[in-house]
Structures are given as C-alpha cells and as structure tokens.
C-alpha cells in the first residue's frame, strides 16, 4: 500500500533557524538554563560512545 504525505515546499530553514536564535536571545534562554541549575547536582552529558584511542569526549553542565 502506498501511503502519500504532504510536501512542504515553503519551510525556509535559514529563516526558522534566524527566528530560533532571536527569540532566545529577547528571553536570555541560554542565561535561563544556566541559572537554574545553580547549586544542583552537576549534569554531565557523554557524546557518543568511547573511540578506539580511549579517549572519551563530556562536557559537564
């Protein structure tokens, strides 16, 4: 059975992208998500899995 979904031919990418990054700029959502986790246990994030060398690669929050 083949099933028809809708083509969006009007999504500018480029455009969301510019109006993502104004809104969190007018609302300091970067700041926000750094103050709020002031005193909290720290939250570390592992990307991907370990490499060959050993070497694994985290940031913490």
Same mark, same amino acid.
């Given at each position: 059975?083949? $099933?028809t979904f809708p083509e969006y031919k009007g999504l500018n990418l480029p455009k969301? @992208?510019? !109006?993502?990054?104004s809104y969190w700029q007018e609302n300091n959502i970067f700041e926000k998500s750094v103050?709020?986790? !002031? =005193? @909290? !246990?720290p939250y570390v994030f592992f !990307? =991907? +899995? +370990?490499? @060959?060398?050993g070497y694994l690669v985290y $940031?913490?929050?």
């Open positions: 059975m083949s $099933t969301v @992208a510019d !109006e993502i990054l103050t709020t986790r !002031e =005193g @909290a !246990e !990307e =991907g +899995p +370990p490499s @060959a060398n $940031t913490t929050y």
